[in-house]
């Protein structure tokens, strides 16, 4: 068998066509047994970039910002409730719930805003986070 460098090879499976290519491939694959695994190749920094978003969607948020939705039934008591957490006087607080969807508290612990949701839960009035 004749001896063939490593470039003369490179030659000449560069020359093939994709059709050839993947006739050689399946070849390969039967002759030794063995599956070829697809693999993209991307530059690195979009490796990078995607190492980073990942990390950063792995973080749990720490804030939140308080949002009353829907004031429910019980106005007179979702206004009590609101002038306790925000420290308004009973005109502002009074217009903040009648002006629902409104931004109640902003970034705040996640304990705090569950506390918050649930005194408001508790009289009617629907709260989501942000």
């Known amino acids: 068998m004749a001896e063939f460098s490593k470039d003369k090879l490179i030659d000449i499976i560069s020359s093939l066509s994709v059709l050839e290519l993947s ?3 399946k070849a390969l694959e039967n002759k030794f047994g063995i599956v070829a695994n697809q693999q993209v190749f991307t530059n690195s920094s979009t490796v990078a ?5 990942n990390k ?11 949002i009353l939705t829907n004031i429910g039934n019980s106005k007179i008591n ?3 409730i609101v002038r306790e957490i925000t420290n308004l006087g009973l005109k502002e607080s009074k217009d903040l719930v ?13 304990t705090e ?3 918050i ?3 408001l839960n508790d009289v009617g009035a629907i709260v989501e986070f942000k």
């Open 23 to 25: 006739e050689l491939v």
């Open 49 to 53: 970039n995607n190492d980073v978003q």
């Open 56 to 66: 950063t969607t792995k973080t749990e948020q720490t804030e939140f910002d308080i």
């Open 78 to 80: 979702v206004i009590k």
């Open 98 to 110: 009648e002006g629902a969807p409104k931004l109640l508290k902003a970034k705040v612990s996640k």
């Open 113 to 115: 805003a569950e506390e």
């Open 117 to 119: 949701k649930k005194k």
